[in-house]
């Protein structure tokens, strides 16, 4: 049997706070070139651009239609009239495409270091679909880490993955060390292979008001080229819940394809360090800085010259309207500036 | 006898690069708010404005005509065509006076806290100009510097002061230890008194080739109501030459008047920390600046917002062009950056 090609759904949607001052309300971590020339949105769409794939089809925000367009302008995208989590959003796209596309759903904000080792885990996650399954991808844990929900597998399917046969809330560190140490247990990253007909149906037997909302707004929406812009007044009806809520952990016939492809979701400054190049100081830099006598550090700017002199273990963060400093493996910390400007009379032009 | 109002001739020609990136080739120290809300030349021309004074003469650089008209529009200004040290600068402030008016000779850029001492001293030192003498001001150590050069004094003079019995270059610090230890010793802050007659006598006696130029200049130059711009062809054979190599270490009946005033010539950023008020945490803080958990720092902006998490002991001065970074104690290193943006294709544009 032919596989149809894989329709690569990425999810732009997201905004986050955590690589503050870089990553701003109007631009969020996507749309930031962290670790290379070009945006984390571009090195998505590149990694997916195989002849397994069919062209990429965007879900953001309709705040975020202008810089879609700067930098993917010939994508098909949808645009959602507000953030009403991740199970609407797909619920677009699904309704976007033939009830037996299969789809490739992902953020557009991660790293994966080992495109080999994706891609087989695409393979096996396309086998799956074209049988009936929600396919989750199950990323290798590194480490007894805090911040990411967790799957636990059950039985094997053959040899492309396992039944899943429990997903985890984000545990705490003695929990996740007793993950890592049981084995069998993965991360949740968020990507997801399933054809459109299958998604739609397990949502509509799991969260019907989801699928109508979706349904109206898409049905009543307007198309302007590339660019659905489905129809707000009925968008806004949806529930804003995740997938993993609304369908993964509901539904039948859930598998995961455990998966070592060197990921990372670049959830701190600290993480894209680690990510980095360095160099013999261990100081990874980026832009107008100059390092004297400078150990282990992460410099970067996009904005003023930064003069650093005899430092070592730190963040350093500057764009044209603000700068951040912090010890390194601390950057987690940079939530405590945000608050402090969220509070601040006109801090918010900051974030 | 009634002594003359005694005119302070405030030299504003120096600049450097020991508190860059905030001091600017083209904004010198002289001509930023280092310690409170006006610059320090505004500071010094306010302390010189009692009744014992007369209106005061500005000696500065052609290149300083515009911020020296923003900040003293109204007060005499005489325009160096080039720097040529202090020697021939001073010997155009004095042509401009009457021979037996007393000048008050400092720099712009200097702290005195303890203004009522200066004021004590500043009277003893007009009693001995009145008698003829060069009068230098002795500052009462307060460390082993190295990086002033020294005043042994000699015989008292009354209660006035004493005869200088030699001037010494800056010395090392073991040298400048001893200093400490014999007494006797006082810092040259390079604050002088003495008559406009008396000094351009005593420049004749022993460096005649910087009056003669320096009265060429003048004589030849054009007056644009109150600023004098002294002739440059003239000038320029003026030797750049300071007036204690040309003058106080040559002459006869040169006094030095000690003085303990809360003095400094804001040296380092590191200088500049201990004199600045400070919160619980031991951090001065100056511009937009969030400090969260952060300890013996001095920051300060006057470009983008510094958001400083978790940090101690940092000097962080950011400009719109230029964040420094360095540990505090280490502010000297300062002219590290400055040597490697010299040598740097476009570093200079940042200095």
Redesign the interface.
């Known amino acids: 049997m032919t596989t149809p090609p894989i329709t690569p759904v990425i999810l732009t949607g997201g905004s986050g706070t955590r690589l503050w001052?870089l990553s701003r309300a109007a631009r969020a971590k996507q749309f930031l070139p962290l670790t290379g020339d070009t945006t984390m949105l571009e090195r998505t769409i590149d990694r997916v651009s195989g002849d397994r794939f069919g062209p990429p089809l965007l879900v953001g925000g309709a705040a975020q239609a202008e810089i879609l367009q700067s930098l993917a302008g010939e994508a098909e995208t949808i645009l959602e009239p507000e953030a009403r989590n991740t199970a609407p959003a797909i619920a677009l796209a699904a309704l976007a495409l033939p009830p037996e596309t299969p789809m490739l759903v992902m953020p557009s904000d991660q790293v994966i270091a080992d495109v080999a080792a994706f891609e087989t885990a695409v393979g096996k996650a396309a086998a799956l679909a074209a049988n009936g399954w929600l396919v989750t991808f199950g990323i290798a844990p590194t480490g007894p880490e805090t911040g990411y929900g967790y799957i636990r597998q059950g039985e094997a399917l053959g040899d492309t993955g396992f039944r899943v046969e429990r997903f985890v809330e984000k545990p705490d560190r003695e929990t996740a060390q007793g993950f890592l140490d049981a084995g069998g247990y993965h991360w949740n990253g968020g990507i997801f292979l399933f054809t459109a007909g299958r998604y739609l149906d397990a949502l509509g037997n799991h969260a019907p008001t989801i699928l109508a909302a979706a349904r109206g707004a898409f049905d009543a929406g307007r198309r302007d080229g590339a660019v659905h812009r489905p129809d707000a007044a009925g968008f806004a009806e949806a529930p804003a819940i995740s997938i993993d809520y609304a369908v993964m952990e509901k539904a039948e016939k859930v598998a995961v394809v455990p998966v070592a492809m060197g990921w990372s979701d670049i959830g701190s400054w600290d993480a894209l360090h680690e990510l980095m190049g360095k160099d013999a100081a261990g100081n990874a830099l980026r832009g107008d800085v100059?390092a004297?006598?400078t150990a282990n550090c992460l410099i970067r700017?996009e904005?003023?010259?930064?003069?650093?002199?005899?430092?070592e273990d730190?963040i350093?963060v500057?764009?044209?309207?603000?700068?951040?400093?912090?010890?390194r493996g601390?950057s987690q910390?940079?939530k405590?500036?945000v608050e402090?400007?969220k509070a601040s009379e006109d801090g918010g032009k900051?974030l």
């Open positions: 001052p100059l004297i006598d700017s904005g003023p010259m930064v003069a650093a002199i005899g430092v730190l350093v500057a764009t044209d309207d603000a700068v951040l400093i912090l010890p601390e910390r940079v405590e500036a402090a400007l900051r």
